[in-house]
């Protein structure tokens, strides 16, 4: 079993900058792409930023130039750096790992439980 825990979301006034983290723990050989995907209240979950495992990384182009994402390979971690944030950005973020090989020649999606970015004077 994998999980994702996500943490590092809160209220922040526009402007500001916030840094999400993103563990993927459990039976882990390897992980092609993990991202990051945010819904806002009443809209459909969209996709922030991705990174595969070679390093190559997508951007939504609302978020580009603002947003970094990055991951630690060794550490199953993926992380996004939110900068100049706008009160549109407010959303639940979620987190999603792609393509989880644990063995017996099987790749599964995961995703995390979510945490709240508000953005707000």
């Known amino acids: 079993q994998v999980q994702l825990v996500e943490s590092g979301g809160g209220v922040v006034q526009p402007g500001g900058s916030l840094r999400l983290s993103c563990a993927a723990s459990g039976s882990i050989f390897s992980i092609y792409a993990m991202g990051w995907y945010r819904q806002a209240p009443g809209k459909q979950r969209e996709l922030v930023a991705g990174?595969?495992?070679?390093?190559?990384?997508n951007y939504a182009d609302s978020v580009k130039g603002r947003f970094i994402i990055s991951r630690d390979n060794a550490k199953n971690t993926v992380y996004l750096q939110m900068n100049s944030l706008k009160a549109e950005d407010t959303a639940v973020y979620y987190c999603k790992a792609e393509r989880v090989y644990s063995g017996y020649g099987l790749e599964y999606d995961y995703w995390g439980q979510g945490t709240q970015v508000t953005v707000s004077s």
């Open positions: 990174i595969r495992s070679g390093g190559s990384t």
